[in-house]
């Protein structure tokens, strides 16, 4: 695939383009700052950019600001947002107005390659992608009046890979279950959060945004 990096962190820029030229994507601009970023995208659409949320001059939000720049001109460029931290607030901006091809990864994520490469290549197809730990964070917060402390063990494991982008076919494979099983749960799952039935959004979305929001 074609893909644009952004992060001002050179040795972190230089190994992200080492390791996919080596894995045989091309990469087509590496840069440094946001404003860089969406005008490399504007010159040479990628298939996906690979930003830091955190980027100069004030070293805030600028990455995302830009990502959601692109998200709104370029719709079919997907988006990899790379972060030190979790980071509710910014992946709640990020997913709140769609939730195609765009993911929200730890940098810490990069170093595990092939999961890494998995991500970038689910985005590119359609998909959502969120990294385990921020998925994990948010299915930690539960009390009486949370929801998600409702969930059972097994509802919560398939709602973490659920939230990771996992079709539920997947989900039958990584937990050794039937699909009607995954299915099942998914049904219990949307039901006890109270999740209304829409033609606008996936309530499988809808699921993720109530915890980023949460």
Request: proline residues 4%.
């Amino acid at each position: 695939m074609r893909l644009i990096l952004a992060d001002d962190a050179v040795l972190l820029r230089e190994g992200l383009i080492r390791l996919l030229e080596e894995a045989g994507h091309q990469v087509v601009a590496a840069v440094g700052d946001a404003e860089a970023l969406v005008e490399a995208v504007a010159a040479d659409r990628p298939d996906v950019a690979v930003v830091d949320v955190r980027m100069p001059p004030g070293h805030s939000d600028e990455g995302l600001r830009a990502a959601l720049e692109i998200r709104r001109r370029w719709p079919g460029v997907g988006i990899v947002v790379l972060s030190q931290y979790v980071e509710k607030t910014y992946a709640a901006k990020l997913l709140a107005d769609a939730t195609e091809s765009v993911g929200y990864l730890l940098k810490d994520r990069v170093s595990e390659v092939a999961e890494f490469l998995e991500a970038l290549e689910r985005v590119r197809a359609g998909g959502t992608v969120l990294d385990p730990e921020v998925v994990r964070q948010l299915l930690a917060r539960t009390s009486h009046a949370d929801p998600l402390g409702t969930l059972s063990e097994r509802e919560s494991e398939v709602l973490r890979q659920l939230a990771q982008g996992y079709a539920n076919s997947a989900i039958a494979g990584n937990l050794h279950v039937s699909l009607s099983t995954v299915e099942k749960h998914v049904n219990a799952i949307f039901d006890k959060l109270d999740l209304p039935r829409t033609p606008v959004y996936s309530r499988r979305v809808l699921a993720i945004l109530r915890y980023l929001d949460g």
